[in-house]
């Protein structure tokens, strides 16, 4: 390759990374809604961030982005160039992960989100993970909604009852039922459910989160019809599972939960199962994650210790 041919590539090459760089500031802006925003997100100063969106919409002739002094709304041929900008954006992530993957060492920080109830359960794997993987850390966050994986920066979300999502892979890890509960003090003193019907008349104890955009009030049931709800009340209404166990066995309500999380109680007789004929089919523990063709080494590792820690877990035993 002469001098000319060497110039010319190097050129060619500049241009596709300023192209890069100027759609990357783009989807940001729209993603953040604001220039400060993604500016802040690619710490870059907000100049610089405007400079590369202008330059798009220069060299395709056409405005990307409505501006104002208060807001940034997107046109609608910005909106088909954004969708197509992410898969780009996608694909040389993902090209350059995969260059990588076979070789790569499972490093730095894993962004987990679990359901409020899921921490308690790969506690253990999150430490035999460590001693495998020290070079790894696990920043956990439980929430009660279903979190936004990739707009609020997730790795991985390990929860109950996944909503199907096309935008994401959806592993399951395991298969459990709900169980419904009172301890003996409770019983001997409010009588013991015959029928889910006869929920109107016992204290229910609530799992509640406003964020996830239920009241936890409806509870779930089956018989020969099929499934059937029932409106229940009570004194407690938490979104935390701790706080509803330590409820239910210090006698103060009917608690429904998944089995497994209340194993020891149940054995113990602590808690004493109810309604087992009503009990509702089964749920699943699912292991979330973006779409993407290789997955990256920490987070690959990281399900292949859960699900096989998972599979020794007894999750009916009520059965």
């Known amino acids: 390759m002469n001098g000319i041919q060497l110039a010319g ?24 809604n604001g220039f400060s925003s993604a500016a802040r997100q690619l710490n870059l100063a907000t100049s610089v961030v405007t400079t590369h969106v202008k330059s798009l919409e ?16 997107i046109t609608e041929a910005g909106r088909a160039y954004y969708e197509r900008c992410v898969q780009i954006l996608s694909e040389i992530e993902e090209a350059e992960e995969a260059a990588q993957v076979l070789q790569a060492k499972p490093r730095g920080v894993l962004r987990l989100n679990t359901s409020s109830a899921i921490p308690s359960l790969i506690a253990p794997s999150i430490a035999e993970y460590n001693e495998m993987y020290p070079d790894v850390t696990v920043r956990l966050t439980a929430t009660g909604r279903m979190i936004d994986l990739i707009e609020e920066g997730f790795d991985l979300a390990i929860r109950y009852a996944a ?33 889910p019907s006869d929920l109107a008349q016992h204290n229910c104890l609530i799992y509640y989160d406003a964020s996830y955009g239920k009241d936890g009030k409806e509870w779930l049931f089956t018989g020969p019809d099929g499934e059937f709800s029932v409106r229940v009340s009570g004194t407690l209404e938490t979104n935390s599972p701790d706080a509803l166990r330590a409820a239910a066995l210090g006698g103060h309500g009917l608690l429904m939960a998944p089995a497994h999380i209340i194993l020891e109680n149940l054995k113990s007789g602590a808690l004493v199962p109810l309604l087992s004929d009503f009990l509702p089919k089964q749920f699943s523990v699912d292991a979330l994650y973006p779409h993407r063709e290789h997955l990256p080494a920490k987070v690959r590792t990281f399900i292949d210790v859960v699900a096989k820690n998972f599979r020794e877990i007894d999750w009916d035993p009520c059965s």
């Open 58 to 73: 220069d060299r395709l002739g056409v405005r990307l982005l409505n501006r104002t002094t208060r807001n940034v709304s």
């Open 163 to 195: 909503v199907p999502d096309s935008s994401l892979i959806i592993r399951r890890l395991a298969s459990y039922r709900v169980v419904v509960c009172a301890s003996p003090q409770y019983l001997a003193k409010r009588g013991r459910p015959k029928h």
């Open 9 to 32: 590539s190097t050129r060619r090459a500049r241009r596709a990374m300023d192209r890069v760089s100027s759609m990357l500031s783009f989807v940001k802006v729209v993603e953040h």
